[in-house]
């Protein structure tokens, strides 16, 4: 079902290395369902605008995947 509510586990968290998540702590924790979702406009603007993660942009199917995320609700 290509247009399911993605969800936090199987389909936003491996979007995040663990050097992302390393890298962003102090501010935010990639891994937690609530932080992400606590941040969301801004991780979402961040990858969109390709200024994050510092070393290599997003593909625009990761970046619309997280937007679908956030607006179907942000399950986990
Ligand atoms: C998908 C992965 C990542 C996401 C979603 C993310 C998200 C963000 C967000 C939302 C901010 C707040 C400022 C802004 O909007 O630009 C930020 C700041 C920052 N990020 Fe990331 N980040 C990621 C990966 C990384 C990586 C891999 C690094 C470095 C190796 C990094 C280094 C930083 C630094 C240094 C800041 C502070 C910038 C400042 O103080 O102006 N981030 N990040």
Do not use: N, Q, Y
């Not at 199987?10 to 992302?20: M, Q, S, T, V």
Request: contains cysteine; hydrophobic residues 40%.
């Amino acid at each position: 079902m290509p247009d399911a509510t993605p969800s936090f586990d199987a389909d936003i968290r491996p979007l995040f290395r663990e050097k992302d998540r390393d890298s962003m702590i102090r501010m935010f924790d990639l891994w937690s369902a609530d932080d992400v979702r606590a941040h969301a406009e801004s991780i979402h603007a961040a990858v969109s605008r390709g200024s994050m993660p510092c070393d290599g942009p997003w593909s625009e199917a990761d970046t619309a995947l997280l937007r679908r995320w956030i607006d179907g609700g942000s399950p986990a």
